[in-house]
């Protein structure tokens, strides 16, 4: 079946420093792609997605972009900051359905 | 604004009694959807309907039952709640079709004494 693979930390940063979490996934067909944040306390909530290949979906500095060739989504930031602190969750949509298929998530603290 | 809300946001129950978590969504999705998170094991799907009248069972459905009477809620019971049904619940809600994204609700803690 379909399954996401990401980097579980958790991941510390200092202010300002380059972010980078990688996502792999496995899926058949042509799976859209997301990436979800958690605060403390909170839901989920989306960051950004992208539906093809190719596509680069951007949100908050956040980039990702969706390479079919390496089945990979990885999470960028330039520059994070300490409200940045979060869990980030890598997910797949289904080609065929409509469920998602979760990774396990990677916690990051940044540290001013 | 349209949202999804869910109640009780905290909620402490005794081993064996039967719990229902309410879940409310005002974004007028066909999809509603029940996850569990622990630590280690990430979101896991319970129960998920496609609509009304419409359910189906997710990876980990063992001991939770769902119904769907309308497009709104998407109520979860445990029947018999067990130690191990400890953890923090999440509904969420999206359109029809292939790669709608998910909307979540705050979530439910639930402790089984």
């Known amino acids: 079946g379909d399954s996401v693979t990401q980097m579980e930390g958790p991941v510390t940063l200092s202010e300002e420093a380059f972010l980078t979490i990688n996502c792999t996934y496995t899926?058949?067909?042509?799976?859209?792609l997301f990436w979800y944040v958690q605060y403390p306390g909170e839901g989920l909530q989306l960051l950004l997605k992208?539906?093809?290949?190719?596509d680069k979906g951007s949100n908050k500095g956040f980039e990702a972009t969706y390479r079919k060739e390496t089945t990979s989504f990885h999470l960028e930031k330039g520059s994070v900051q300490v409200s940045d602190s979060a869990v980030y969750f890598c997910?797949?949509?289904?080609?065929?359905?409509?469920?998602?298929?979760f990774g396990p998530g990677t916690r990051l603290s940044v540290l001013p | 604004d349209a949202e999804i809300t869910q109640s009780p946001r905290h909620k402490i129950t005794e081993t064996g009694r039967q719990v229902t978590l309410a879940c409310h969504q005002t974004?007028?999705?066909?999809?509603m959807f029940w996850y569990r998170q622990d630590l280690g094991h990430g979101l896991r799907l319970i129960h998920y309907?496609?609509?009304?009248?419409?359910?189906n069972k997710g990876e980990v459905s063992d001991g939770y039952s769902v119904s769907r009477s309308n497009t709104e809620d998407l109520p979860l019971t445990l029947e018999s709640a067990a130690s191990s049904q400890t953890s923090v619940y999440f509904c969420?809600?999206?359109?029809?079709?292939?790669?709608?994204?998910?909307?979540f609700g705050p979530g439910t803690r639930l402790t089984v004494t």
């Open positions: 899926a058949t067909g042509y799976p859209s």
């Open positions: 969420a809600s999206s359109l029809a079709g292939p790669g709608a994204e998910q909307y």
């Open positions: 974004w007028n999705h066909n999809n």
């Open positions: 992208a539906t093809k290949a190719d």
């Open positions: 309907s496609y609509g009304v009248q419409d359910t």
């Open positions: 997910a797949l949509s289904e080609s065929y359905g409509q469920n998602f298929v």
